[in-house]
């Protein structure tokens, strides 16, 4: 408690998650799963469908209970802290599927969320949100229910964004969305990346990932079975071949 | 019908609306938003008719007595939902009715031995212990529209509360993704809890301002938990706007029909049909509009 940290130490990572087991009930889903992430870092976590990777998101942010292991946010143990709390530490969240509250308008979507970040900075204010997603500017008075799926995609990002975030985890976030919406979405994530947030992107499409992130974790059945940089990922196809299918 | 006599009607049938009104949001806010079906809700309103009593007994002046319980009603449901409520968030129906069932047999036992079970009475406040005259021979008291006049500005409150402000926003929100609001950074137990205790503070209030018109009496809490819980279903459960239009409706019929029982009354046409008159409104809504007039489209 007394004992003073030296302020030469590398800062520690955003999170950092050690031994994750996660049961549903009966079934057991993550089987100990090791992740870190630190600032400004884009990591990748890949897996075919049903493998983990929403789960161990979820487990990580205090959505679902791990059974055993340690979540650390900053360096502070928030192993089952509450969701709104981790939240606080600097954690934005887009759900798969979205979450967008439909019944808000987009301007009331936003508004609601709006706070300074976990050290004070308030770099996305309402209006650069709007310069970031002019597509919402026209449509600040419709309810979050009218948009298009892409449309409610980027108010979902543009949201977490108004929590001035040190950390914002996408999940599955071009899921369903036509190609042209997909690209328009990776492109803004690209800005975000740029701007210092660092980013945990959840997806299937190594293509669209690989030239983005910095690192990869591939699950298969609620294990790690491969973590590195992508650009080894990108020379060994057949590790692609075997746990991604692509 | 006399002009003078429909208006007077009309006025006391927006005032028993309105009142209505302040008792019934509460009821509808906390199953629209939690999901909580509170069968203790009508005892807020005696706690609070009861607080406005004992209150003006002891410190011999209605507003300070107001002053006081308003508080002391924050209190109690802020309270009440820690130590009880927040324990039914996740449990079915069974279990909520349960639980505050066993809760109105608590205040209604509370309320015996703190207040006894006689029937007290609340003087008008001298301020606006007045009439204005309509006719020669009719009059209608200051007071009563007082009532109106408070619950319309707690109504207007209440949608700028919910509609205007981020606090709203969150509660709205809250009422469709729970978890959605937590990854924000927004603690939903905590809203969760002050919307509790606003549908406490506005029964109780109800019960308090109404308390100088209407006789305090034990049992007062569950005769109007009935008619609230015909509000929320006519109003579609957990709209506030629902509630609002439904009990200015049944403030129309439940007076209206009373009076049309006094003039038909003498020639014996179905008297018990007044007394009934607010359920066969409701009735008829839920033959119309099963999810009730502005309830959620199931299905
Ligand atoms: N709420 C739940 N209750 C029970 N089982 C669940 C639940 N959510 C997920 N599972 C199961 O846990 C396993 C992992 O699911 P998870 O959603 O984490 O996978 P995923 O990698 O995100 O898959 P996808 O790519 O389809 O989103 C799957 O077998 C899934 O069926
Ligand atoms: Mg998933």
Redesign the pocket.
């Known amino acids: 408690m007394t004992e003073p940290v030296a302020p030469s130490l590398a800062q520690p990572p955003l999170i950092e998650a050690a031994g994750i087991h996660t049961h549903?009930?009966a079934?057991h889903?993550l089987h100990g799963i090791d992740f870190s992430i630190r600032a400004g870092e884009t990591v990748a976590l890949m897996?075919r469908?049903?493998?983990?990777?929403?789960?161990l998101i979820r487990s990580m942010l205090g959505l679902v209970r791990p059974s055993a292991g340690r979540v650390m946010v900053k360096g502070h143990d928030m192993t089952r802290a509450a969701p709104h709390l981790i939240a606080r530490a600097g954690v934005a969240y887009v759900p798969?599927g979205r979450g967008i509250f439909p019944n808000l308008t987009v301007r009331e979507n936003l508004i609601m969320a709006a706070r300074a970040g976990a050290s004070g900075q308030r770099d996305w204010t309402f209006d650069r949100v709007m310069a970031s997603f002019p597509r919402l500017a026209e449509r600040l008075s419709h309810g979050g229910g009218q948009l298009s799926g892409g449309e409610q995609q980027m108010l979902t990002i543009g949201r977490a964004l108004m929590t001035n975030p040190d950390l914002l985890i996408l999940d599955?976030a071009t899921e369903g969305l036509a190609p042209l919406i997909s690209r328009e979405i990776w492109r803004i994530v690209g800005t975000i990346r740029q701007s210092g947030i660092a980013t945990v992107l959840v997806d299937?499409n190594f293509a669209a990932l690989s030239t983005i992130a910095d690192r990869v974790q591939i699950?298969v059945k609620g294990q790690t079975v491969f973590a590195a940089s992508a650009a080894q990922l990108r020379a060994q196809p057949e590790v692609r071949e075997a746990y991604l299918g692509v | 019908m006399e002009l003078a006599t429909f208006l007077i009607q009309l006025l006391n049938s927006v005032q028993y609306g309105l009142l209505l009104f302040l008792i019934s949001s509460g009821l509808t806010l906390v199953f629209g938003i939690m999901g909580i079906i509170n069968v203790a809700h009508g005892s807020f309103y005696m706690i609070g008719a009861y607080l406005a009593w004992s209150l003006t007994q002891t410190l011999g002046n209605f507003w300070a007595a107001l002053a006081l319980a308003v508080p002391i009603a924050v209190i109690i449901g802020l309270v009440l939902e820690w130590l009880v409520v927040r324990f039914l968030y996740t449990r079915d129906l069974l279990y909520q009715v349960l639980l505050t069932y066993g809760l109105i047999l608590m205040f209604e036992e509370l309320r015996s031995i703190l207040w006894g079970d006689d029937v007290r009475g609340v003087n008008i406040p001298a301020a606006l212990d007045a009439s204005i005259r309509l006719t020669d021979t009719l009059s209608y008291p200051v007071y009563r529209l007082a009532i109106s006049g408070v619950c319309l500005v707690v109504a207007g409150l209440m949608y700028w509360l919910i509609q205007k402000t981020r606090v709203g926003m969150t509660i709205r929100a809250g009422s469709v993704n729970r978890e959605m609001v937590q990854s924000l950074g927004i603690d939903v137990k905590l809203i969760y809890r002050l919307v509790f205790a606003l549908g406490v503070t506005l029964a109780a209030l109800a019960g308090m301002i109404a308390a100088p018109v209407s006789s305090v009496f034990p049992g007062m809490g569950n005769q109007i938990l009935i008619v609230c819980f015909v509000v929320v279903v006519i109003g579609g459960m957990g709209s506030v706007k629902g509630a609002l239009v439904a009990s200015l409706l049944i403030g129309l019929v439940d007076t209206f029909g009373k009076v049309l029982h006094v003039q038909i009354g003498g020639v014996h046409l179905l008297p018990e049909l007044a007394s009934m008159s607010v359920y066969l409104l409701m009735a008829a809504i839920l033959l119309w509009r099963p999810e009730g007039l502005f309830g959620k489209h199931t299905g």
């Open positions: 549903y009930g079934s889903v897996g469908n049903g493998m983990g990777k929403s789960t798969e599955e299937k699950l």
